[in-house]
């Protein structure tokens, strides 16, 4: 089976992408062959700057590999260093409709975030990210829920085109945790921890030191009462209790029927000493391997020689069946 993923090179990773992502990622090394792309191209279509871009390149790269990315059992590249990512892009919008790209949500939360240019980019964003995923004929995909739609997405734009120009890609499907899949905001519940959020406060980093995740949980919105509990008309204490199972890797009714009576002041302390622990050994690894920047370099190098050497064969193949280029 392969597995294939992208990630943003966002600097500064959160708990979110942590437990919704990147632990799958490793654990996806275990279950199959594992393919997995830090997407610059993807990062242009925002207004962005280009000295920091590399900068995070590497802060990713790097954050992966303190995570359990092991450039021997997987494949670690930059997707610019693979030039079928963004041929396939192109050939994948003859079968891709405008309207659907209309309608994805994250193009219209961040076009209307966007102050000076709403990019083409950022439009046929999930077009790239299609080409991504069915350049390497992947089966599955492992994201956190917000990528749900990018994914089915990709499915309609398989399908269409194997029914269009004969069977040529696998048609991949999501792989989207039963737990931690939308770690919330803990300041604003409601909406998904995000690096771009208003305020930090409510962003836990991979990166941050004890004493900062410590404040952050303690002062993270609960709401009124004291049972904890999941409920509707209780986001705060919900999405605690939903890091908290994350972490130990248990269901949130285990969470539940411990905290139960002991209040939120407990469970709180319970929450940021468990994940200080969880997040520990990945940002002291971190801090020895983010300065060796020839070494990360020489890594993405490696594996953008075996990502090529699998996708040129499929998107040639691709190319052939749409009848462009010089026959054979
Ligand atoms: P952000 O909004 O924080 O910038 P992103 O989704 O734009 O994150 P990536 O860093 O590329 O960009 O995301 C990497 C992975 O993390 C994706 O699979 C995404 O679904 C997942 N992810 C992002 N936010 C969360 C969250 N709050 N909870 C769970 N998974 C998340
Ligand atoms: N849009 C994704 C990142 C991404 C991706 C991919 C995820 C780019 N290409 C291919 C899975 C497969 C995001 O997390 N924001």
Known sequence: MRIFSGIQPTGRKHLGNYIGAIRQYVEGQDRGEAIYCIVDLHATTVAYDPAELRRYLYDTAAMLLAAGLDPGRCILFRQSDVPEHTELCWLLTSVTAHGDLNRMHQFKEKSAKQRELVSAGLFLYPVLQAADVLAYN????????????????????????????????????????????????????????????????????????????????????????????????????????????AVRGVAPEAVEAEFEGSGYGAFKQAVAEEVVEYLRPVRERYEQIRPDEAELERALREGAEKAHAISHEIVADARRKMGVGAPR
């Open 138 to 245: 992947a089966d599955e995909v492992p994201v956190g829920d917000d990528q749900r739609q990018h994914i089915e997405l990709m499915r309609d734009i398989a399908e269409r085109f194997n029914e269009r120009y004969g069977e040529t890609f696998v048609v991949p499907r999501h792989r989207i945790p039963e737990v931690g899949a939308r770690i919330m905001d803990l300041q604003e519940p409601t909406r998904k921890m995000s690096t771009t959020a208003p305020s930090e406060a409510g962003t836990i980093l991979v990166l941050d030191e004890p004493r900062a995740i410590e404040k952050k949980v303690k002062s993270a919105v609960t709401d009124s009462g004291s049972e904890v509990e999941r409920r509707p008309d209780k986001p705060g204490i919900s999405n605690l209790i939903e890091i908290l199972a």
